[in-house]
């Protein structure tokens, strides 16, 4: 396997550590995740690496899911893409197209930017906010916290500063020296004035502080304004792309 592949299979993967699910087992190569709530990352099936024939997996989660009352929903990455063939001839929608995008951070400081906060946890804060913002009830605002409670890597919350509050939010988790960016927000009022820039730049100043010798994030495809600031953050190369296939409601 050349160079190229294996970094996008590292990517890949601090992807997946970085935003875990607290329900999921492994099948046949393929990894079944089932946190509930809305977020398709945590609640579909992804092929790991080297996974082999589709199949049996896609029977079994179909299965699986039933169980749980959820509809079966399948991670499509293009570095893995054997399931595509199967679920292109059934019911099943494609949605959310998503760039994987890369950066190295040998440019970069580790000069802290004093009008951001970066912390080891989320302060009450920083969650209300991403509440607010994603408009979670207290059963979605659960699952992220109990999403946040099962990373088992090194994390950092930033929250930059604005006048009268917070004017964005962002978290890393830093996995073998590749720094996953998550969860950037920043209220409707206050977006496009430089606030999700400086809370993602203080997340990258931290991890090269840490250590880290690159970073990496996903961004669906279609969200252009969240595309151009990663671009301004020196997020220029695109590593591979995913979709989901999304089957029918259960019942």
Request: charged content about 25%; proline content about 8%.
């Amino acid at each position: 396997m050349d160079a190229e592949p294996d970094l996008a299979w590292q990517v890949e993967e601090a992807c997946l550590n970085a935003w875990p699910s607290p329900r999921q087992i492994l099948l046949d190569g393929y990894l079944l995740r089932a946190a509930g709530g809305v977020s398709k990352r945590q609640n579909s099936v992804n092929p790991m690496r080297r996974s082999g024939a589709p199949e049996p997996a896609i029977t079994a989660a179909c299965a699986f899911y039933a169980r749980l009352g959820q509809r079966p929903i399948f991670r499509i990455p293009a570095i893995a893409a054997q399931m595509e063939p199967l679920l292109a001839r059934a019911d099943y929608t494609v949605v959310d197209e998503t760039c994987t995008l890369f950066r190295p951070l040998d440019d970069l400081t580790t000069e802290p930017d004093p009008s951001v906060r970066v912390s080891g946890a989320p302060g009450a804060e920083w969650l209300a906010l991403r509440d607010a913002i994603n408009r979670a009830d207290a059963a979605a605002g659960q699952i992220f916290r109990d999403t946040v409670a099962a990373l088992m890597l090194p994390r950092a919350f930033a929250a930059a500063e604005a006048e009268n509050g917070l004017g964005a939010i962002a978290f890393g988790v830093l996995d073998r020296g590749l720094l996953v960016i998550e969860s950037v927000a920043t209220p409707e009022p206050l977006r496009g004035r430089g606030h999700a820039r400086r809370a993602v730049g203080a997340l990258l100043r931290w991890s090269r502080g840490q250590g880290a010798r690159a970073a990496c994030l996903q961004v669906v495809a279609a969200n252009r304004p969240a595309r151009a600031l990663y671009r301004g953050l020196g997020f220029e190369r695109e590593l591979y792309r995913y979709h989901y296939r999304v089957g029918p409601e259960p019942g």
